[in-house]
């Protein structure tokens, strides 16, 4: 069965006739036709059948239909409404849920914009960067939510992946990309793969693969409401869908640093670990990264195939072999490091940390760790809660400072850059901070951020939606308590951020040679 036999449907829900007269406008995939009329989204799925996905049979296409609408329930119930039934009428025609027999199956979906899509906002310029912490949130509480499905993924799992990706770039990719590059890129794949295989198979005997997303990337997430909201999970293939959740997550992270968003991609990550402190999978995510560009370079050569015109195969296939060299660049992570920012409330520890972060490390940059952030998540309290004094006492501060070591550690052992942010005002705290990268191994960089009393009332008086408490009688006391002798590599904070960042980098590469980039292009 093929698209012949669904001509009379797509007529019919092409007509603004079906739609009480409104304009119908259509949007075309490999596996659907969405027709958009008014307030409302029909999809219907094409009746196709690949080696992934089956759509031949109406009734196959009924289950898909329902299935998606309860998959997708679970992250954008107000966009999937319902699966309504094209019928045939006792007069012959055709019509919406009528009384007549069922002759084909649709999801019924509320229409958005799709000028809120966060593809499109991205290609516009416009994809805000604090849109990232809520999105990289809303992904960790979905999978925390998740079901999870021990008869998937782990080392098997990622294999099907690896092995389909080599496949399909082998079979359909020639004279698109280079087959050597191709041949390479899976043979050091493989390698990582093995190297990781136990770690894959204990997170899921853990619980950690579960009913994803399956199709992470920035099409399917929208700004509905002010919020970002995912949609399009996939729902005909277990394989696609029940993955690692870091997998998972890993498409956005790669899609945005395709996009050249790495501050993007590094606030999206540090979101979801804010909310979910998966440190030791961080290890997995050069692999999880790389497969995913992969996977962009096979889906990129089978559109070059259906195309026609020779400018959009050509787009296609450097779009391609763009993505087979980050795919193999991105198996190639550097070294991790250690860095330490200190300062009085106000000095711009969070400014520097969070420019710092994209540029070192393993895409998409340096795990940041804020004892701001760490307190609130000890006491129980979302980050931009106000806490009262006794979350603040010695005691408490103790067991802050002792959590964020521990994490940066976790995160170390991974194999992950760790930037820690924090007043570090102690000396204890700040040497347990180059104990931690030495028994890790791995280099470290202390850095102490200085600026004038005005300075700091000035910046802590303007925050704003920040996860610090501090006023100006907490920077007035940390002043007169000071820090004394520092032993870190001291920086002027009265000057602009970026001067300081710059300076930061450069003291950075003195304590060891770091690689510093920002764009995917750096990588390829």
Avoid at 287 to 295: E, N, P, Q, Y
Avoid at 308 to 336: D, H, M, N, W
Wanted: proline share 4%.
């Amino acid at each position: 069965m093929g698209m012949d036999d669904q001509r009379e449907v797509i007529a019919f829900l092409n007509s603004p006739e079906t739609h009480g007269g409104a304009p119908v406008e259509r949007v075309d995939t490999h596996a659907s036709l969405v027709f958009l009329a008014g307030s409302r989204a029909l999809k219907l799925k094409r009746a196709v059948s690949f080696d992934y996905l089956d759509f031949s049979t109406v009734e196959r296409r009924r289950q898909f239909c329902e299935a998606e609408v309860r998959i997708n329930g679970r992250t954008a119930p107000s966009v999937y409404r319902d699966v309504i039934a094209v019928t045939r009428q006792p007069d012959g025609r055709l019509a919406l849920g009528g009384a007549g027999s069922a002759v084909e199956w649709l999801v019924d979906m509320t229409r958005f914009n799709q000028d809120r899509l966060f593809d499109r906002l991205a290609a516009r310029g416009d994809l805000a960067l604090d849109l990232m912490a809520p999105l990289g949130a809303e992904i960790a509480r979905f999978h925390a939510a998740a079901a999870r499905r021990h008869d998937h993924g782990g080392h098997a799992g990622m294999a099907w992946v690896i092995d389909g990706n080599a496949r399909d770039l082998q079979t359909r990719g020639a004279g698109l990309v280079d087959p050597v590059s191709c041949v390479r890129l899976a043979t050091k794949s493989r390698a990582v793969l093995e190297r990781v295989g136990r770690e894959l198979d204990a997170r899921r005997d853990t619980g950690v693969v579960r009913q994803c997303h399956g199709d992470l990337h920035l099409r399917n997430v929208v700004l509905l409401d002010g919020s970002p909201t995912l949609f399009d999970a996939i729902e005909f293939s277990d394989e696609l869908s029940c993955v690692d959740v870091l997998y998972d997550l890993a498409f956005l992270l790669m899609d945005l640093w395709r996009r050249r968003l790495p501050r993007h991609a590094n606030a999206a990550m540090n979101a979801y670990l804010l909310e979910s402190p998966d440190m030791s999978g961080l290890s997995l995510l050069p692999l999880f990264l790389s497969c995913r560009a992969a996977v962009r370079a096979k889906t990129s050569v089978t559109a070059a195939q259906k195309e026609t015109s020779p400018r959009r195969i050509e787009e296609l296939g450097a779009q391609a072999r763009e993505y087979v060299a980050l795919a193999g660049k991105l198996l190639e992570p550097p070294e991790p490091r250690l860095i330490a920012i200190g300062g009085f409330s106000g000095s711009g520890k969070s400014t520097l940390s969070l420019g710092l972060a994209p540029a070192i490390g393993a895409v998409p940059g340096s795990v940041v760790l804020r004892t701001d952030e760490v307190r609130k998540r000890l006491i129980g309290v979302e980050s931009h809660a106000p806490l009262a004094p006794a979350a603040y006492t010695a005691h408490v501060s103790q067991m802050v400072y002792g959590r964020l070591a521990h994490r940066a550690a976790a995160a170390l052992r991974s194999g992950h850059s760790v930037i820690v942010d924090g007043v570090f005002a102690r000396s204890h705290d700040r040497a347990v901070m180059g104990d931690v990268a030495a028994d890790a191994g791995v280099p470290f960089c202390g850095i102490w951020l200085h600026a004038d009393e005005t300075v700091l009332l000035a910046r802590v008086a303007s925050r704003r939606g920040d996860a610090s408490d501090a006023k100006a009688d907490i920077v007035r006391a940390q002043l007169a308590q000071g820090a004394g002798r520092i032993e870190w590599c001291r920086l002027d904070a009265n000057r602009p951020s970026d001067m300081v960042r710059q300076e930061a980098e450069t003291v950075a590469q003195r304590s060891a040679p770091v690689r510093f980039f920002t764009t995917a292009s750096d990588m390829a």
